[in-house]
C-alpha cells in the first residue's frame, strides 16, 4: 500500500509534446509538493500545496502548471516540452509544511528526445 | 536564507569502518534537520530527523547524528558500514511554516569489499 504513489514511472516524448504526471497520497497530509531532480542528483523545489491552495511556486517557467484536485492529489502538467525538462520529478508530502519530515514518491523520469 | 552544504560529493570506506557523512547547515532559526537516502532508481527514504528534542538522534539501519548549534553541523554516522549502505545520501533542511525543503547537493557512498 504505496504512500505516495506518481505515475507514470518512465516518460519518453518528443519535444514540443505536453505531458502529465498524476500524483497520490494516501497519509492525510495537508501539503504535497513536486521536486526535480536533475542529472548530477541536485534536488530543487518547484511547488508547494497547503489545503490544495498553491504556497510556493519557485520560479518555475509558466509552461509547468500544478492542479491538486483534492488534498490527497497533485498533478503535474507540463506545455511544449523542452530538452531541458529531462529531469526525474518526485512529488512528496508532509502532514505540515516544514515542521516534519517529507514522504517522497518513487518519482517519473522523464526523457525529452 | 536557508541553505545546507555537504562536503564530499563522493566518500569511500571500507565495509565495516566507520561512515562519516558531513553536513552543514545555515538558517535565522532553530531548523528541522533531515537525512534522506536514496537508492539508485528509487525515491527518498527518510532515516532520522531532528526536530529541537535530542541533539542525538538515532535512525534506522543503524545510522545516526548529532545536532551541534554551535557548528551549525548535523553529521550523520554509522559505527560499522555494510555493502548495502551504498546509496546517495541527502541533507535537507526546513523551517516551521516554509512549506519546503532546502537539500544539500547529495554525497555518494561507495562501501568496499
Known amino acids: 500500500d504505496t504512500a505516495v504513489s506518481q505515475t507514470p514511472k518512465y516518460l519518453v516524448t518528443q519535444m514540443g509534446n505536453d505531458k502529465s504526471i498524476k500524483c497520490e497520497q494516501n497519509?492525510?497530509?495537508?501539503?504535497m509538493y513536486w521536486y526535480k531532480q536533475d542529472s548530477k542528483k541536485f534536488l530543487k523545489i518547484m511547488f508547494s500545496?497547503?489545503?490544495?491552495?498553491?504556497?510556493i511556486n519557485e520560479t518555475v517557467p509558466n509552461r509547468f502548471s500544478p492542479k491538486s484536485p483534492d488534498k490527497a492529489h497533485l498533478n503535474l502538467h507540463i506545455n511544449s516540452l523542452e530538452l531541458g525538462d529531462s529531469a526525474v520529478y518526485f512529488c512528496?508530502?508532509?502532514?505540515?509544511?516544514?515542521?516534519?519530515?517529507?514522504?517522497f514518491g518513487q518519482g517519473t523520469r522523464l526523457t525529452v528526445v | 536564507a536557508q541553505s545546507v552544504t555537504q562536503l564530499g560529493s563522493h566518500v569511500s570506506v571500507s565495509e565495516g569502518a566507520l561512515v562519516l557523512l558531513r553536513c552543514n547547515y545555515s538558517?535565522?532559526?532553530?531548523?528541522?534537520l533531515f537525512w534522506y537516502v536514496q537508492y539508485p532508481n528509487q525515491g527518498l527514504q527518510l532515516l532520522l530527523k531532528?526536530?529541537?528534542?535530542?541533539?542525538l538522534v538515532k535512525g534506522i539501519n543503524g545510522f545516526e547524528a548529532e545536532f551541534k548549534k554551535s557548528e551549525t553541523s548535523f553529521h550523520l554516522t554509522k559505527p560499522s558500514a555494510h555493502m548495502s549502505d551504498a546509496a546517495e545520501y541527502f541533507c535537507?533542511?526546513?523551517?516551521?511554516?516554509?512549506?519546503?525543503?532546502?537539500f544539500g547537493t547529495g554525497t555518494r557512498l561507495k562501501v568496499l569489499a
Open positions: 500545496y497547503n489545503n490544495k491552495e498553491l504556497i
Open positions: 535537507a533542511v526546513s523551517d516551521s511554516g516554509t512549506y519546503k525543503y532546502i
Open positions: 538558517s535565522s532559526v532553530p531548523p528541522y
Open positions: 531532528y526536530t529541537s528534542a535530542a541533539t
Open positions: 497519509l492525510g497530509h495537508d501539503t
Open positions: 512528496a508530502s508532509s502532514q505540515e509544511g516544514g515542521n516534519t519530515e517529507a514522504f
